[in-house]
Protein backbone atom coordinates (compact mmCIF):
# COMPACT_ATOMS: atom_id res chain seq x y z
CA UNK A 1 0.00 0.00 0.00
CA UNK A 2 2.60 2.31 0.89
CA UNK A 3 4.81 1.71 -2.57
CA UNK A 4 1.39 2.40 -4.74
CA UNK A 5 1.76 5.83 -2.78
CA UNK A 6 4.75 6.84 -2.82
CA UNK A 7 6.25 9.79 -4.53
CA UNK A 8 7.63 8.66 -8.01
CA UNK A 9 11.37 9.60 -8.73
CA UNK A 10 12.16 12.94 -10.05
CA UNK A 11 12.86 12.90 -13.64
CA UNK A 12 16.09 15.05 -14.32
CA UNK A 13 19.31 15.07 -16.57
CA UNK A 14 19.83 12.74 -18.93
CA UNK A 15 16.61 11.03 -17.36
CA UNK A 16 14.39 13.59 -18.11
CA UNK A 17 15.97 14.23 -21.81
CA UNK A 18 14.99 10.35 -22.86
CA UNK A 19 11.64 10.88 -20.85
CA UNK A 20 10.65 13.42 -23.37
CA UNK A 21 12.29 11.76 -26.32
CA UNK A 22 9.95 8.25 -25.35
CA UNK A 23 6.78 10.65 -25.24
CA UNK A 24 7.38 12.34 -28.27
CA UNK A 25 7.31 8.83 -29.97
CA UNK A 26 3.81 8.18 -28.20
CA UNK A 27 2.59 11.35 -29.69
CA UNK A 28 4.60 10.62 -33.51
CA UNK A 29 3.05 7.44 -33.35
CA UNK A 30 -0.34 7.86 -32.04
CA UNK A 31 -0.68 10.91 -34.85
CA UNK A 32 -0.80 8.30 -37.66
CA UNK A 33 -3.86 7.00 -35.58
CA UNK A 34 -5.22 9.86 -35.72
CA UNK A 35 -4.62 11.09 -39.57
CA UNK A 36 -5.84 7.79 -40.59
CA UNK A 37 -9.09 8.17 -38.17
CA UNK A 38 -9.47 11.55 -39.76
CA UNK A 39 -9.90 10.48 -43.24
CA UNK A 40 -11.91 8.09 -42.58
CA UNK A 41 -14.37 8.85 -40.27
CA UNK A 42 -14.35 12.13 -41.90
CA UNK A 43 -15.47 11.08 -45.55
CA UNK A 44 -18.55 8.59 -43.19
CA UNK A 45 -19.74 11.85 -42.25
CA UNK A 46 -20.82 13.03 -45.31
CA UNK A 47 -23.73 10.39 -44.82
CA UNK A 48 -25.04 12.01 -41.92
CA UNK A 49 -24.98 15.33 -44.19
CA UNK A 50 -27.15 13.81 -47.06
CA UNK A 51 -29.88 13.00 -44.15
CA UNK A 52 -29.46 16.77 -42.45
CA UNK A 53 -28.49 19.65 -44.70
CA UNK A 54 -30.37 20.91 -47.13
CA UNK A 55 -29.82 19.28 -50.63
CA UNK A 56 -28.48 22.34 -52.27
CA UNK A 57 -25.79 22.55 -49.59
CA UNK A 58 -24.77 18.64 -50.23
CA UNK A 59 -22.21 19.83 -53.04
CA UNK A 60 -20.39 22.50 -51.09
CA UNK A 61 -20.32 20.13 -47.96
CA UNK A 62 -19.21 16.96 -50.13
CA UNK A 63 -16.01 19.56 -50.99
CA UNK A 64 -15.02 20.73 -47.65
CA UNK A 65 -15.24 17.31 -46.83
CA UNK A 66 -12.92 15.78 -49.76
CA UNK A 67 -10.48 18.77 -48.75
CA UNK A 68 -9.86 18.17 -45.43
CA UNK A 69 -9.92 14.33 -46.25
CA UNK A 70 -7.25 14.59 -48.58
CA UNK A 71 -4.83 16.29 -46.33
CA UNK A 72 -5.73 14.00 -43.73
CA UNK A 73 -4.30 11.40 -46.62
CA UNK A 74 -1.35 13.42 -47.24
CA UNK A 75 -0.38 14.22 -43.48
CA UNK A 76 -0.63 10.14 -43.30
CA UNK A 77 1.96 9.71 -45.41
CA UNK A 78 4.45 12.40 -44.10
CA UNK A 79 4.62 10.75 -40.62
CA UNK A 80 4.76 7.20 -42.06
CA UNK A 81 8.34 9.13 -43.51
CA UNK A 82 9.23 10.93 -40.85
CA UNK A 83 11.06 10.14 -36.95
CA UNK A 84 9.83 11.66 -33.93
CA UNK A 85 10.84 14.58 -32.75
CA UNK A 86 10.08 18.04 -30.60
CA UNK A 87 7.82 19.42 -33.56
CA UNK A 88 5.59 15.83 -33.67
CA UNK A 89 2.81 17.77 -31.83
CA UNK A 90 2.26 19.38 -34.85
CA UNK A 91 -0.32 17.15 -37.21
CA UNK A 92 -2.47 17.39 -33.61
CA UNK A 93 -2.59 20.74 -33.57
CA UNK A 94 -3.19 20.52 -37.54
CA UNK A 95 -6.44 18.24 -37.88
CA UNK A 96 -7.70 20.38 -35.33
CA UNK A 97 -7.24 23.16 -36.90
CA UNK A 98 -8.59 21.92 -40.31
CA UNK A 99 -11.75 20.36 -38.48
CA UNK A 100 -12.80 23.05 -36.69
CA UNK A 101 -12.75 25.65 -39.64
CA UNK A 102 -14.62 23.06 -41.71
CA UNK A 103 -17.30 22.14 -39.12
CA UNK A 104 -17.08 26.22 -38.64
CA UNK A 105 -17.71 27.09 -42.06
CA UNK A 106 -20.63 24.37 -42.16
CA UNK A 107 -22.33 25.92 -38.66
CA UNK A 108 -21.75 29.44 -40.67
CA UNK A 109 -23.64 27.98 -44.04
CA UNK A 110 -26.26 26.56 -41.88
CA UNK A 111 -26.88 29.76 -40.21
CA UNK A 112 -24.47 30.68 -37.76
CA UNK A 113 -24.73 30.34 -33.57
CA UNK A 114 -28.04 28.31 -34.51
CA UNK A 115 -26.53 25.34 -36.00
CA UNK A 116 -26.49 22.11 -34.28
CA UNK A 117 -23.20 21.37 -36.32
CA UNK A 118 -21.45 23.22 -33.56
CA UNK A 119 -21.73 19.85 -31.34
CA UNK A 120 -19.01 18.15 -34.11
CA UNK A 121 -16.74 20.47 -32.60
CA UNK A 122 -16.69 18.65 -29.12
CA UNK A 123 -16.31 15.41 -31.24
CA UNK A 124 -12.68 17.32 -32.71
CA UNK A 125 -11.58 18.55 -28.86
CA UNK A 126 -12.11 15.17 -27.42
CA UNK A 127 -11.00 13.02 -29.96
CA UNK A 128 -8.17 14.79 -30.46
CA UNK A 129 -6.59 15.02 -26.86
CA UNK A 130 -8.01 11.81 -25.66
CA UNK A 131 -6.02 10.39 -29.06
CA UNK A 132 -2.59 11.75 -28.37
CA UNK A 133 -0.76 11.74 -25.60
CA UNK A 134 0.51 15.15 -25.11
CA UNK A 135 0.80 17.60 -22.17
CA UNK A 136 -2.38 19.61 -20.79
CA UNK A 137 -1.29 22.54 -21.96
CA UNK A 138 -1.46 21.22 -25.38
CA UNK A 139 -4.91 19.99 -24.77
CA UNK A 140 -5.58 23.62 -23.14
CA UNK A 141 -4.25 25.20 -26.41
CA UNK A 142 -5.65 22.94 -28.96
CA UNK A 143 -9.54 23.34 -27.67
CA UNK A 144 -9.38 27.15 -27.08
CA UNK A 145 -7.96 27.37 -30.49
CA UNK A 146 -11.08 25.35 -31.67
CA UNK A 147 -13.66 27.06 -29.97
CA UNK A 148 -12.12 30.40 -31.04
CA UNK A 149 -11.84 29.47 -34.23
CA UNK A 150 -16.00 28.76 -34.31
CA UNK A 151 -16.74 31.97 -32.29
CA UNK A 152 -14.85 34.55 -35.10
CA UNK A 153 -16.45 32.56 -37.82
CA UNK A 154 -19.56 32.58 -37.06
CA UNK A 155 -19.70 36.06 -35.10
CA UNK A 156 -18.14 37.65 -38.44
CA UNK A 157 -19.59 35.38 -41.06
CA UNK A 158 -22.76 34.19 -39.37
CA UNK A 159 -25.15 36.55 -39.49
CA UNK A 160 -28.07 37.19 -37.24
CA UNK A 161 -27.79 35.50 -33.95
CA UNK A 162 -29.83 34.78 -30.38
CA UNK A 163 -27.26 36.06 -27.24
CA UNK A 164 -28.91 32.70 -25.86
CA UNK A 165 -27.80 30.42 -28.39
CA UNK A 166 -24.16 31.32 -28.39
CA UNK A 167 -24.27 31.20 -24.39
CA UNK A 168 -25.42 27.71 -24.66
CA UNK A 169 -22.85 26.55 -27.29
CA UNK A 170 -20.10 28.25 -25.74
CA UNK A 171 -20.78 26.51 -22.34
CA UNK A 172 -20.99 22.75 -23.73
CA UNK A 173 -17.70 23.39 -25.54
CA UNK A 174 -15.95 25.13 -22.52
CA UNK A 175 -16.93 21.80 -20.53
CA UNK A 176 -15.70 19.73 -23.12
CA UNK A 177 -12.14 21.53 -23.03
CA UNK A 178 -12.71 21.32 -19.68
CA UNK A 179 -12.75 17.30 -19.37
CA UNK A 180 -10.14 16.64 -22.13
CA UNK A 181 -7.29 18.68 -20.04
CA UNK A 182 -8.60 17.02 -17.58
CA UNK A 183 -8.29 13.50 -19.51
CA UNK A 184 -4.64 14.58 -20.76
CA UNK A 185 -3.41 15.67 -17.23
CA UNK A 186 -4.40 11.66 -16.02
CA UNK A 187 -2.58 9.97 -18.99
CA UNK A 188 0.62 12.55 -18.34
CA UNK A 189 0.90 11.57 -15.00
CA UNK A 190 0.59 7.82 -16.17
CA UNK A 191 3.16 8.19 -19.03
CA UNK A 192 5.08 9.63 -16.25
CA UNK A 193 4.28 6.90 -13.66
CA UNK A 194 4.99 3.88 -16.46
CA UNK A 195 8.38 5.71 -17.61
CA UNK A 196 9.66 6.25 -14.11
CA UNK A 197 8.84 2.80 -13.52
CA UNK A 198 10.40 1.88 -16.04
CA UNK A 199 13.78 3.09 -15.59
CA UNK A 200 14.04 1.67 -11.87
CA UNK A 201 13.14 -1.99 -13.25
CA UNK A 202 16.23 -1.08 -16.28
CA UNK A 203 18.73 -0.26 -13.11
CA UNK A 204 17.37 -3.21 -11.04
CA UNK A 205 17.39 -6.23 -14.08
CA UNK A 206 20.57 -7.62 -15.26
CA UNK A 207 17.79 -8.55 -18.04
CA UNK A 208 17.56 -5.48 -19.76
CA UNK A 209 16.10 -7.35 -22.71
CA UNK A 210 13.48 -8.96 -20.81
CA UNK A 211 12.78 -6.25 -18.34
CA UNK A 212 11.98 -3.79 -21.88
CA UNK A 213 9.40 -6.61 -23.30
CA UNK A 214 7.56 -6.67 -20.56
CA UNK A 215 7.23 -2.90 -20.36
CA UNK A 216 6.37 -2.34 -23.99
CA UNK A 217 3.39 -4.96 -23.15
CA UNK A 218 2.49 -2.95 -19.83
CA UNK A 219 2.76 0.08 -21.95
CA UNK A 220 0.79 -1.60 -25.29
CA UNK A 221 -2.44 -2.67 -22.63
CA UNK A 222 -2.10 1.05 -20.87
CA UNK A 223 -2.89 2.61 -24.40
CA UNK A 224 -5.42 0.18 -25.54
CA UNK A 225 -7.29 0.93 -22.31
CA UNK A 226 -6.69 4.17 -23.14
CA UNK A 227 -8.69 4.04 -26.47
CA UNK A 228 -11.81 3.41 -24.41
CA UNK A 229 -12.26 7.29 -24.14
CA UNK A 230 -12.75 7.39 -27.89
CA UNK A 231 -15.05 4.03 -27.97
CA UNK A 232 -17.55 5.01 -24.58
CA UNK A 233 -18.10 1.88 -23.68
CA UNK A 234 -18.65 -1.83 -25.05
CA UNK A 235 -15.74 -1.60 -27.74
CA UNK A 236 -13.26 -2.70 -25.31
CA UNK A 237 -14.94 -5.23 -22.46
CA UNK A 238 -13.29 -8.50 -22.00
CA UNK A 239 -14.04 -11.80 -24.10
CA UNK A 240 -15.58 -14.64 -21.78
CA UNK A 241 -12.09 -16.70 -21.14
CA UNK A 242 -10.87 -19.24 -18.59
CA UNK A 243 -8.97 -17.68 -15.73
CA UNK A 244 -6.61 -19.59 -13.89
CA UNK A 245 -8.88 -22.29 -11.77
CA UNK A 246 -12.32 -20.15 -12.90
CA UNK A 247 -14.08 -20.12 -15.94
CA UNK A 248 -15.09 -16.61 -16.44
CA UNK A 249 -18.30 -14.82 -18.50
CA UNK A 250 -19.88 -11.22 -18.70
CA UNK A 251 -21.98 -9.37 -20.72
CA UNK A 252 -23.01 -5.78 -20.81
CA UNK A 253 -26.44 -4.42 -22.29
CA UNK A 254 -26.27 -1.03 -22.05
CA UNK A 255 -28.92 1.38 -22.19
CA UNK A 256 -29.65 4.27 -24.42
CA UNK A 257 -27.90 7.24 -23.19
CA UNK A 258 -24.28 6.38 -22.43
CA UNK A 259 -23.46 5.13 -19.09
CA UNK A 260 -21.04 4.21 -16.48
CA UNK A 261 -21.41 0.43 -15.85
CA UNK A 262 -17.50 -1.52 -15.85
CA UNK A 263 -16.36 -5.21 -15.83
CA UNK A 264 -13.09 -6.05 -16.69
CA UNK A 265 -11.74 -9.92 -16.48
CA UNK A 266 -7.11 -9.08 -16.04
CA UNK A 267 -4.98 -11.64 -16.16
CA UNK A 268 -1.45 -9.67 -14.77
CA UNK A 269 1.18 -12.26 -15.02
CA UNK A 270 1.20 -16.11 -13.56
CA UNK A 271 -0.99 -16.51 -10.49
CA UNK A 272 -2.42 -13.18 -10.73
CA UNK A 273 -6.16 -13.13 -11.69
CA UNK A 274 -8.67 -10.16 -11.29
CA UNK A 275 -11.95 -9.31 -11.95
CA UNK A 276 -13.66 -5.88 -11.27
CA UNK A 277 -17.02 -4.77 -11.70
CA UNK A 278 -18.85 -1.02 -10.69
CA UNK A 279 -21.41 1.60 -11.76
CA UNK A 280 -20.76 4.98 -12.02
CA UNK A 281 -23.97 7.37 -10.55
CA UNK A 282 -25.71 9.39 -13.45
CA UNK A 283 -25.73 9.02 -17.44
CA UNK A 284 -23.64 10.44 -20.03
CA UNK A 285 -19.59 11.69 -21.08
CA UNK A 286 -18.86 12.54 -17.74
CA UNK A 287 -19.67 8.61 -16.23
CA UNK A 288 -17.76 7.34 -19.51
CA UNK A 289 -14.84 8.96 -18.36
CA UNK A 290 -14.94 8.40 -14.81
CA UNK A 291 -15.41 4.32 -15.60
CA UNK A 292 -12.61 4.78 -18.39
CA UNK A 293 -10.24 6.44 -15.77
CA UNK A 294 -11.03 3.27 -13.56
CA UNK A 295 -10.38 1.04 -15.99
CA UNK A 296 -6.88 2.53 -16.80
CA UNK A 297 -5.94 2.59 -12.91
CA UNK A 298 -6.52 -0.48 -12.08
CA UNK A 299 -5.08 -2.38 -15.34
CA UNK A 300 -1.97 -0.30 -14.31
CA UNK A 301 -1.84 -1.30 -11.04
CA UNK A 302 -2.40 -5.06 -11.00
CA UNK A 303 0.19 -4.95 -13.82
CA UNK A 304 2.63 -3.24 -12.15
CA UNK A 305 2.57 -4.38 -8.35
CA UNK A 306 1.57 -8.03 -8.28
CA UNK A 307 1.90 -7.68 -4.26
CA UNK A 308 -0.95 -5.70 -4.09
CA UNK A 309 -4.19 -7.09 -2.32
CA UNK A 310 -7.67 -5.99 -3.44
CA UNK A 311 -8.02 -3.53 -0.50
CA UNK A 312 -4.71 -1.99 -1.96
CA UNK A 313 -5.92 -1.68 -5.29
CA UNK A 314 -9.40 -0.12 -4.40
CA UNK A 315 -7.73 2.68 -2.16
CA UNK A 316 -5.42 3.92 -5.21
CA UNK A 317 -7.54 3.54 -7.55
CA UNK A 318 -9.78 6.19 -4.88
CA UNK A 319 -6.50 8.11 -4.69
CA UNK A 320 -6.26 8.47 -8.40
CA UNK A 321 -9.70 9.72 -8.84
CA UNK A 322 -10.78 11.90 -6.31
CA UNK A 323 -9.04 14.06 -7.74
CA UNK A 324 -9.84 13.97 -11.01
CA UNK A 325 -13.48 13.79 -10.22
CA UNK A 326 -13.62 17.28 -9.07
CA UNK A 327 -11.95 18.14 -11.57
CA UNK A 328 -14.89 17.69 -13.91
CA UNK A 329 -16.69 19.84 -11.37
CA UNK A 330 -19.72 17.16 -10.57
CA UNK A 331 -20.73 14.78 -7.87
CA UNK A 332 -19.65 11.59 -9.38
CA UNK A 333 -19.18 8.61 -7.29
CA UNK A 334 -18.94 4.76 -8.13
CA UNK A 335 -19.10 1.28 -6.97
CA UNK A 336 -16.66 -1.03 -7.14
CA UNK A 337 -15.80 -4.64 -6.28
CA UNK A 338 -12.30 -5.40 -7.19
CA UNK A 339 -11.71 -8.90 -7.03
CA UNK A 340 -8.60 -11.45 -6.95
CA UNK A 341 -9.15 -14.76 -8.02
CA UNK A 342 -8.00 -17.74 -6.19
CA UNK A 343 -7.60 -21.49 -5.56
CA UNK A 344 -9.15 -21.05 -2.04
CA UNK A 345 -11.52 -18.69 -2.99
CA UNK A 346 -12.31 -15.05 -4.39
CA UNK A 347 -11.04 -12.15 -2.11
CA UNK A 348 -12.70 -8.75 -2.59
CA UNK A 349 -12.79 -5.60 -1.67
CA UNK A 350 -15.38 -2.06 -2.21
CA UNK A 351 -18.48 -1.62 -1.80
CA UNK A 352 -21.40 -2.70 -5.08
CA UNK A 353 -24.38 -4.92 -4.91
CA UNK A 354 -24.31 -8.05 -3.22
CA UNK A 355 -22.89 -10.84 -4.83
CA UNK A 356 -25.00 -14.31 -5.26
CA UNK A 357 -23.17 -17.59 -4.54
CA UNK A 358 -24.62 -20.99 -6.03
CA UNK A 359 -23.48 -23.62 -3.57
CA UNK A 360 -23.28 -26.54 -5.40
CA UNK A 361 -22.53 -28.86 -2.87
CA UNK A 362 -26.18 -27.58 -0.84
CA UNK A 363 -27.70 -26.55 -4.04
CA UNK A 364 -29.05 -23.07 -2.99
CA UNK A 365 -28.16 -19.11 -3.80
CA UNK A 366 -26.44 -17.70 0.08
CA UNK A 367 -25.85 -13.68 -0.45
CA UNK A 368 -22.51 -12.06 0.15
CA UNK A 369 -22.72 -8.45 1.18
CA UNK A 370 -19.64 -6.11 0.60
CA UNK A 371 -19.12 -3.67 3.33
CA UNK A 372 -17.47 -0.67 2.81
CA UNK A 373 -17.93 2.53 0.91
CA UNK A 374 -18.11 3.86 -2.86
CA UNK A 375 -15.33 5.54 -4.85
CA UNK A 376 -15.09 9.50 -4.85
CA UNK A 377 -16.82 9.85 -1.35
CA UNK A 378 -14.05 10.16 1.05
CA UNK A 379 -10.76 11.57 1.05
CA UNK A 380 -9.09 8.28 2.48
CA UNK A 381 -10.78 4.76 1.70
CA UNK A 382 -8.35 3.15 4.21
CA UNK A 383 -10.03 2.37 7.06
CA UNK A 384 -13.27 2.04 5.86
CA UNK A 385 -12.45 -0.78 3.23
CA UNK A 386 -10.48 -3.93 3.65
CA UNK A 387 -10.10 -7.20 1.97
CA UNK A 388 -13.17 -10.27 2.16
CA UNK A 389 -12.90 -13.58 1.37
CA UNK A 390 -15.25 -15.61 -0.11
CA UNK A 391 -14.51 -19.46 0.34
CA UNK A 392 -15.45 -21.42 -3.73
CA UNK A 393 -15.64 -24.94 -4.00
CA UNK A 394 -15.57 -26.80 -7.27
CA UNK A 395 -18.52 -26.30 -9.14
CA UNK A 396 -19.48 -23.14 -6.96
CA UNK A 397 -20.88 -20.07 -9.11
CA UNK A 398 -21.01 -16.36 -8.21
CA UNK A 399 -23.14 -13.35 -10.07
CA UNK A 400 -21.83 -9.88 -9.82
CA UNK A 401 -24.08 -7.82 -11.06
CA UNK A 402 -25.19 -3.49 -11.33
CA UNK A 403 -28.19 -1.83 -10.07
CA UNK A 404 -29.83 -2.29 -13.76
CA UNK A 405 -30.38 -5.96 -13.01
CA UNK A 406 -32.22 -5.58 -9.69
CA UNK A 407 -33.74 -2.29 -10.45
CA UNK A 408 -35.21 -3.00 -13.67
CA UNK A 409 -39.08 -1.79 -13.46
CA UNK A 410 -42.29 -3.53 -15.13
CA UNK A 411 -45.33 -1.52 -15.97
CA UNK A 412 -46.58 -1.28 -12.63
CA UNK A 413 -43.50 0.08 -10.86
CA UNK A 414 -42.26 -3.36 -9.71
CA UNK A 415 -38.51 -3.89 -9.32
CA UNK A 416 -37.16 -7.22 -10.60
CA UNK A 417 -35.40 -7.31 -7.27
CA UNK A 418 -32.59 -9.86 -5.72
CA UNK A 419 -34.90 -12.43 -4.72
CA UNK A 420 -35.87 -12.87 -8.33
CA UNK A 421 -32.60 -12.91 -9.72
CA UNK A 422 -31.11 -15.25 -6.96
CA UNK A 423 -34.00 -17.33 -8.38
CA UNK A 424 -33.35 -17.49 -12.04
CA UNK A 425 -29.70 -17.90 -10.97
CA UNK A 426 -30.60 -21.01 -9.16
CA UNK A 427 -32.23 -22.31 -12.48
CA UNK A 428 -29.33 -21.78 -14.52
CA UNK A 429 -26.48 -22.73 -12.22
CA UNK A 430 -25.23 -25.57 -13.35
CA UNK A 431 -25.82 -24.39 -17.27
CA UNK A 432 -22.94 -23.33 -19.31
CA UNK A 433 -21.92 -19.40 -18.33
CA UNK A 434 -22.91 -18.67 -22.09
CA UNK A 435 -25.96 -20.12 -21.99
CA UNK A 436 -26.60 -19.14 -18.16
CA UNK A 437 -25.88 -15.46 -18.74
CA UNK A 438 -28.43 -15.64 -22.00
CA UNK A 439 -31.32 -16.79 -19.72
CA UNK A 440 -30.43 -14.43 -16.49
CA UNK A 441 -30.79 -11.52 -19.11
CA UNK A 442 -33.81 -13.17 -20.81
CA UNK A 443 -35.98 -12.75 -17.61
CA UNK A 444 -34.67 -9.19 -16.76
CA UNK A 445 -35.68 -7.81 -19.85
CA UNK A 446 -38.97 -10.06 -20.22
CA UNK A 447 -40.23 -8.40 -16.64
CA UNK A 448 -39.01 -5.25 -17.79
CA UNK A 449 -40.87 -2.43 -19.50
CA UNK A 450 -38.53 0.13 -20.64
CA UNK A 451 -34.79 -0.30 -20.03
CA UNK A 452 -33.37 3.22 -18.01
CA UNK A 453 -30.34 1.65 -17.10
CA UNK A 454 -27.50 0.13 -18.48
CA UNK A 455 -27.43 -4.10 -16.88
CA UNK A 456 -24.12 -5.62 -16.22
CA UNK A 457 -23.86 -9.63 -14.94
CA UNK A 458 -20.47 -11.27 -14.78
CA UNK A 459 -20.86 -15.37 -14.12
CA UNK A 460 -17.47 -17.03 -12.17
CA UNK A 461 -17.66 -20.54 -11.76
CA UNK A 462 -14.72 -22.70 -9.78
CA UNK A 463 -14.04 -24.88 -12.75
CA UNK A 464 -15.33 -28.49 -11.36
CA UNK A 465 -12.11 -29.89 -13.69
CA UNK A 466 -9.50 -27.34 -12.27
CA UNK A 467 -7.10 -29.82 -10.44
CA UNK A 468 -7.85 -31.97 -14.20
CA UNK A 469 -6.74 -28.74 -16.30
CA UNK A 470 -3.79 -28.11 -14.01
CA UNK A 471 -2.51 -30.94 -14.04
CA UNK A 472 -2.91 -31.52 -18.59
CA UNK A 473 -1.15 -28.00 -18.64
CA UNK A 474 2.17 -29.56 -16.74
CA UNK A 475 2.03 -32.55 -19.21
CA UNK A 476 1.97 -30.37 -21.76
CA UNK A 477 4.57 -28.13 -20.60
CA UNK A 478 6.61 -30.97 -19.93
CA UNK A 479 6.32 -31.99 -23.13
CA UNK A 480 7.39 -29.40 -24.61
CA UNK A 481 10.39 -28.62 -22.94
CA UNK A 482 11.76 -31.92 -23.53
Wanted: with cysteine; charged share 20%; glycine share 8%.
Amino acid sequence: MDSARRKLPELTGDLQVAFEAYREGLVHSWSQTLSVLGFSLNALFLLLDIVIVPSELLGRFAMYRALVTAAMLVQYFILRRTRPGRWSILPGYVASALFAVMISQMTVDLGGFGSAYYAGLNLVIVGVDVLLPWKPIHSLVNGLAVLGTYVFMNAAFGGRFEPAAIVSNLYFMGSTVVISVAISHVRHRLIASEFALRAELVQANADLDRSRLELKTARDALWGEMEVAKRIQTSLLPENRHVGSYDVAARMLPAAEVGGDYYDIIQAGEDRDWIAIGDVSGHGVESGLVMMMTQTSIMSLVHENPLLSPADVFHAVNDVLLENISRLRAARYMTLNVVRLAESGLTLAGKHQDVLVWRRGMRRVETVVNDGCWIGVVDDTRGHVADQVVPMEEGDLALFFTDGATEAMNGVGEMFGEERLAAALAEVAEQPLDEALEVLFARVAAFRAVQHDDVTMMLVRRAPDAVARRSQAAVVAGTTAR
